[in-house]
């Protein structure tokens, strides 16, 4: 007889929490640093340490039971015998590394850590994933918050800060920054109308339309000299406040900033955990990287979608589930399960991570029309690609997207395991090799479907780290 065991389950490491009191004042301590190397070398430099306010965090579950992210902030107490706080995150530097220009030049990115302020020195532990997506240490400091070097003072904000929606006290909520660029000063009625219609979209979105009442959402107002951003591959280039841009990493459609010390500055006129910029823009474009930044293209017709996805990325660490579009990443063969909560390598399907919710009768991985799909797929990426060579008009692309998604919405949903969690190849840049978790969702196309099962239970997941 043969007995097969069950998975088995880890505990969230809540438990061995530390009293918030006895270690943190109620403030927020932001740690600067420079993040600079290549493909192959990786260095950390600081740059300064700072007050960024009240702590907006929980004060119960301080340790990072998920762990998402390509890099894991640790703070220990000076012994490491007892970690104090952890937070999983992501970087501009993290997929900077893994692009072609990595390989022929040094890079320099600003970046943050931010945790609760202590009372006593601490060692903080800057941990990257290994080959085996394993957390290891790649830079370590101690901190004594009563050093000279540290600066305890809150800043005052010269900017106008205002709410979305309040629900409660910061500590008991996610608390999301809404930020716009490329808005002048008589733009800021628009920016306000547009920050409001970006709650709405997200609060529109289950899990997010449930859980509304969990969310504080701010937005704070800093007027440009001129309308819109930087879009270099239009040759449109412009200084807007918090020097958004297109064609980052030379790819047209993303949309970031890479200065991050303003925008850390700006930010701290708020509790925030979370952070987006809408463009006063109509190019579709935006980006979403796990608790940095999410951007989004205000005046796209397919704004509701973008914003949304995006916020997927920047909320949840939720991989892209499309394959198809052309991307900067180069990705090598995959070898190691991604840890992201949305895509699997599919290594190991008995222990496959969202297997609870796979119904006995789907088989894994799970059939579906691949190939007529792709072929389709690919023949509208050839038009986008043509309609950008001549400059179309923004309206043209917008058709064409409405046309495929009425395409796609009629084809994916139409399958006979269309509807039923299972394992999709094709997903996280692969057409191979890396599975998604739903025939459709709107991590992987524009449809009006939402977040699929295992998105949405990643989401409602994050969501109780900062409400529970
Ligand atoms: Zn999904």
């Not at 119960?60 to 762990?67: G, H, P």
């Not at 709410?163 to 999301?176: M, T």
């Not at 289950?206 to 509304?212: N, T």
């Not at 992201?340 to 029309?369: F, G, H, I, R, S």
Request: net charge negative.
């Amino acid at each position: 007889m043969f007995l097969r065991l069950l998975p088995l389950v880890l505990a969230p490491v809540t438990s061995y929490a530390v009293d918030f009191g006895d270690y943190f004042e109620n403030k927020t301590m932001r740690l600067d640093y420079f993040h600079t190397g290549t493909a192959t070398e990786e260095h950390f430099a600081l740059d300064r340490i700072v007050s960024d306010g009240p702590w907006p965090g929980s004060t119960t579950r301080l340790v990072d039971s998920l762990a998402f992210g390509k890099y894991l902030v640790q703070v220990w107490d000076t012994e490491k015998k007892t970690l104090l706080f952890s937070q999983g995150f992501a970087t501009i530097y993290g997929e900077w590394e893994t692009i072609g220009e990595a390989k022929q030049r040094w890079g320099a990115f600003h970046e943050s850590v931010r945790f609760p302020w202590p009372k006593q020195p601490v060692r903080v532990v800057l941990n990257k994933r290994n080959a085996e997506n394993k957390f290891a240490p790649v830079w370590e400091l101690t901190v004594d918050p009563s050093a000279r070097s540290v600066n305890p003072a809150d800043r005052k904000s010269p900017y106008n800060a205002w709410a979305v929606q309040e629900s409660g006290p910061a500590r008991n909520k996610v608390d999301l920054l809404i930020l716009g660029d490329g808005y002048t000063a008589a733009e800021m009625k628009k920016f306000h109308k547009d920050a409001k219609r970006a709650a709405d979209a997200l609060f529109a979105i289950e899990p997010f339309k449930s859980r509304r009442s969990d969310f504080n959402v701010w937005a704070v107002d800093t007027p440009a000299q001129e309308s819109g951003v930087s879009r270099p591959h239009e040759g449109i280039y412009k200084r807007s406040p918090l020097s958004t841009h297109y064609s980052a990493f030379d790819s047209q459609r993303y949309v970031l900033s890479y200065d991050n010390r303003t925008l850390r500055e700006v930010a701290s006129a708020v509790p925030y955990e979370y952070m987006v910029i809408l463009m006063n823009e109509q190019t579709y474009g935006g980006g979403g990287i796990f608790r940095w930044l999410a951007t989004a293209a205000a005046d796209n017709a397919f704004f509701d979608y973008l914003f949304v996805h995006e916020f997927g990325h920047h909320f949840a660490a939720l991989a892209d589930e499309y394959y198809t579009s052309s991307v900067a990443y180069e990705i090598p063969e995959i070898t190691v399960e991604p840890w992201e909560a949305n895509v699997t390598a599919l290594l190991d399907p008995e222990n496959l991570k969202w297997k609870d919710l796979v119904e006995p009768d789907t088989p894994l991985p799970t059939p579906w029309k691949k190939e007529a799909f792709d072929a389709a797929s690919r023949a509208t990426q050839k038009k986008r690609a043509e309609m950008r060579a001549r400059k179309a008009p923004e309206s043209e692309m917008e058709q064409l997207f409405r046309d495929q998604a009425e395409r796609e919405t009629a084809f994916l949903s139409s399958m006979k395991y269309s509807g039923k969690v299972g394992a999709f190849e094709g997903a996280g840049y692969m057409a191979k090799g890396l599975y998604r978790p739903y025939a459709d969702c709107m991590m992987y196309t524009r449809n009006d479907v939402g977040f699929c099962p295992v998105c949405a239970r990643a989401i409602e997941r994050v969501i109780d780290q900062y409400t529970k």
